[in-house]
């Protein structure tokens, strides 16, 4: 089977409610969509669980992609007493981004890792694609990106666009998008779209499909979604 989830943003545990609830297991595939850390409590834990998963493959989100600007080229000795010490002021100012985003744990859970895994990490995220393109056994065909496609042509192929575009556009309910493939993505949550009136739902349209239920913000009904490519079934914890 395959699965695609989308912003789980450091809640390890609702990843692995959700992992029992589909009786995930290696013989499946689960394509994630990017946004597996900050906000949430255990972003670290939850990355490493992935990593160690041969069948789970990421997309870079926005803050993972922001996440690598601040961490890579930081000495073994960075701590979260010092780390401010390795910035120029330029890094400073994305480094207070991320922090104002929800990055504070990820940094102090990373920052706590061994030197070694610190580096397992780092070459991990660097191999976060920016897109996926996917065909299931029936024929259906699927492009997976983190947040939509800013500045859709449909002559355009995926590889020429940048990578913002993949990773902070805001798709409108209106939008259209590929004729022969459908679109999946996260990074807005549903809950935001007016015509689902404050509801956690996977919104479903004819080219598009947004997946991002707002698993961090369970206080205003956020849940994380998992859709299953093969059948179309839909399941949240």
Same mark, same amino acid.
């Given at each position: 089977?395959?699965?695609?989830?989308?912003?789980?943003?450091?809640?390890?545990?609702?990843?692995?409610?959700?992992?029992?609830?589909?009786?995930?297991?290696?013989?499946?595939?689960?394509?994630?969509?990017?946004?597996?850390?900050?906000?949430?409590?255990? +972003?670290?834990?939850?990355?490493?669980?992935?990593?160690?998963?041969?069948?789970?493959?990421?997309?870079?989100?926005?803050?993972?992609?922001?996440?690598?600007?601040?961490?890579?080229?930081?000495?073994?000795?960075? &701590?979260?007493?010092?780390?401010?010490?390795?910035?120029?002021?330029?890094?400073? &100012?994305?480094?207070?981004?991320?922090?104002?985003?929800?990055?504070?744990?990820?940094?102090?859970?990373?920052?706590?890792? +061994? +030197? @070694?895994? !610190? =580096?397992?990490? !780092? *070459?991990?995220?660097?191999?976060? !694609?920016?897109?996926?393109?996917?065909?299931?056994?029936?024929?259906?065909?699927?492009?997976?990106?983190?947040?939509?496609? @800013?500045?859709? *042509?449909?002559?355009?192929?995926?590889?020429?666009?940048? &990578?913002?575009?993949?990773?902070?556009?805001?798709?409108?309910?209106?939008?259209?998008?590929? *004729?022969? !493939?459908?679109?999946?993505?996260?990074?807005?949550?549903?809950?935001?779209?007016?015509?689902?009136?404050?509801? =956690?739902?996977?919104?479903?349209?004819?080219?598009?499909?947004?997946? *991002?239920?707002?698993?961090?913000?369970?206080?205003?009904?956020?849940?994380?979604?998992?859709?299953?490519?093969?059948?179309?079934?839909?399941?949240?914890?």
């Amino acid at each position: 089977m395959i699965y695609v989830m989308s912003d789980i943003h450091g809640c390890h545990a609702l990843f692995q409610r959700m992992c029992e609830q589909i009786r995930f297991t290696e013989d499946d595939d689960l394509y994630i969509l990017g946004d597996f850390i900050d906000r949430g409590d255990q +972003p670290i834990p939850l990355l490493l669980d992935c990593m160690d998963r041969i069948n789970v493959y990421p997309l870079l989100g926005n803050h993972e992609a922001v996440m690598l600007q601040c961490i890579t080229g930081l000495p073994d000795e960075a &701590a979260v007493g010092n780390v401010t010490d390795y910035y120029t002021d330029e890094g400073l &100012a994305v480094f207070s981004a991320w922090m104002e985003n929800g990055g504070a744990v990820t940094l102090e859970q990373y920052l706590a890792l +061994p +030197p @070694e895994r !610190r =580096a397992e990490l !780092r *070459d991990y995220l660097t191999e976060f !694609r920016l897109f996926e393109e996917l065909t299931v056994p029936d024929g259906r065909k699927f492009v997976l990106t983190h947040s939509g496609i @800013e500045g859709f *042509d449909p002559e355009k192929p995926l590889e020429s666009y940048p &990578a913002d575009a993949l990773l902070n556009a805001r798709p409108q309910q209106t939008d259209r998008f590929f *004729d022969d !493939r459908i679109l999946i993505f996260g990074h807005t949550p549903t809950l935001t779209y007016p015509q689902l009136h404050g509801r =956690a739902e996977v919104l479903i349209t004819d080219t598009y499909i947004n997946i *991002d239920c707002g698993a961090v913000f369970q206080e205003a009904g956020g849940k994380l979604a998992c859709l299953r490519l093969d059948d179309m079934e839909v399941f949240y914890v």
